[in-house]
């Protein structure tokens, strides 16, 4: 097992085309693109927004294989979107098989606070698939609150765990004690509203996504060079942006939404049943555009 290296994890939107909501690989090209430019440490493909549970099996493999050809030697995190074991099982496989040799970890949410099930649950999928494993505590995904206590329970009997990913508020008090009980590398993400917070309280990056992922690794590279006060002037002028952007429900589609404005994606398209786009908040983004045009 090997702990994921420290740095942006980036959570890449999967682009959809026509009236068929078809995968766009062309512009998912652009948006492998945008994140090794920066360059990210590495890729998330099927995150909860990549719209994985959306995904048929055949567009899965499709998915991951034209990131891991654009990404070249980029690691890659590919999420599993079922709950179910054996399902989630059978994700696996089509993730091993599309990501090869790119593949550094599987990402799985938690789905029961129940130590011994959970366990068993990872435990599976990763003697099916020889992957090393992302935990992820996402309460607004998967319905499942899990105390810290009972992370860390499962974090010590399974050492083929790789990093957590915590996402459940307040994100920042949770990180501080998984950070001190563990050198499990915990990654924050919710598209970087709490990253400040998360990179005081010890965490070892961010894993998520973001309309403008360069001002993430700006904080990130900020923090690491000049702590806490440094951040916070590198990342304070986009927290606006990052706080329009994560608004609970419509998140996705404004992150599309500015992609495609941005000139990375073609359409913005959300697969139904995820709500649109309300045409009141698309005209507020040209100005949150305008006022972070200057500083990338």
């Known amino acids: 097992m090997t702990h994921l290296k ?3 994890w980036g959570v890449l939107a999967t682009p959809f085309a026509g009236p068929s909501f078809a995968v766009d690989t062309e512009s998912l090209k652009r948006e492998v693109e945008l994140y090794t430019h920066i360059p990210a440490t590495g890729l998330v493909v099927l995150g909860v927004f990549g719209e994985g549970a959306t995904l048929d099996t055949g567009e899965q493999l499709l998915t991951v294989s034209t990131v891991a050809e654009a990404a070249e030697e980029t690691p890659l995190v590919v999420g599993l979107s079922s709950r179910t074991t054996n399902v989630a099982i059978e994700q696996a496989h089509t993730a091993v098989n599309a990501a090869g040799s790119q593949l550094a970890a599987l990402m799985v949410q938690a789905n029961t606070p129940q130590p011994d099930a ?3 649950h990872l435990t599976a999928i990763h003697r099916a698939s020889g992957a090393d494993i992302v935990l992820q505590d996402y309460p607004v995904a998967s319905g499942v609150k899990i105390s810290t206590a009972q992370i860390l329970a499962v974090v010590e009997r399974c050492p083929f765990i790789a990093a957590v990913k ?3 508020p307040p994100t920042a008090a ?3 004690q998984l950070t001190r009980a563990t050198d499990v590398p915990v990654f924050g993400g919710l598209g970087g509203v709490g990253l400040l917070d998360e990179l ?3 965490a070892a990056g961010a894993m998520t996504g973001f309309s403008h992922p360069e001002a993430l690794q700006l904080a990130i590279t900020a923090n690491d060079d000049g702590g806490f006060r440094a951040a916070r002037d590198a990342f304070a002028p ?4 990052a706080n329009f952007e994560g608004q609970p429900g419509i998140g996705l589609a404004l992150r599309k ?3 495609r404005r941005r000139g990375i994606i073609a359409e913005a398209l959300v697969r139904p049943p995820a ?7 698309a005209d507020m983004i040209d100005a949150h555009l305008d006022a972070v045009k200057e500083l990338a």
């Not at 986009?238 to 942006?241: A, D, E, S, V």
Request: glycine residues 6%; without cysteine; charged residues 15%.
């Open 6 to 8: 420290r740095g942006l």
């Open 118 to 120: 959970l366990v068993a």
């Open 166 to 168: 915590s996402e459940a």
């Open 174 to 176: 949770a990180i501080a």
């Open 200 to 202: 005081a309280a010890g």
């Open 238 to 241: 986009w927290l606006p942006l």
């Open 257 to 259: 939404e500015i992609l």
């Open 275 to 281: 709500p649109t786009l309300p045409s009141e908040l």
